[in-house]
């Protein structure tokens, strides 16, 4: 005769499983409204800069457009996929960041022109 397995303990689910995609997501959204806030504030004060101006609207509007297409999952960003794989939201957020900072700095130079 074979012995009886012994039971396992009973595991507890983590109750906060289902909360910690859904605090992802929304961090992505609100980090997506951000970067639009950030490319409409240089919009504006792209605005009066000319052609110069007129390039820097198009940079900011591209930059904000790419990321929201990687970061909100109805586009196909990184919460579309399976979790725990890297993407490329952050590395783009990043990047984006930067390059507002450089427009702002490209602004303020040819503003005091």
């Given at each position: 005769m074979r012995p009886e397995p012994?039971?396992?303990e009973p595991r507890h689910p983590d109750?906060?499983?289902?909360?910690?995609t859904?605090?992802?997501r929304l961090a992505w959204r609100r980090t997506a409204l951000a970067v639009g806030v950030v490319a409409v504030l240089t919009a504006r004060l792209a605005l009066a800069g000319g052609t110069l101006g007129a390039v820097v609207v198009v940079l900011a509007g591209l930059g904000w457009l790419?990321?929201?297409?990687?970061?909100l999952p109805g586009l196909g960003g990184p919460l579309?996929?399976?979790p725990g794989?890297?993407?490329?939201a952050l590395p783009l957020v990043a990047l984006s960041s930067a390059?507002?900072?450089?427009?702002g700095v490209l602004l303020v130079?040819?503003?005091m022109r």
């Open positions: 012994v039971p396992a109750p906060d499983v289902g909360l910690a859904l605090r992802t790419a990321v929201l297409v990687v970061t579309a996929r399976r794989r890297p993407g490329p390059g507002f900072a450089g427009l130079l040819a503003s």
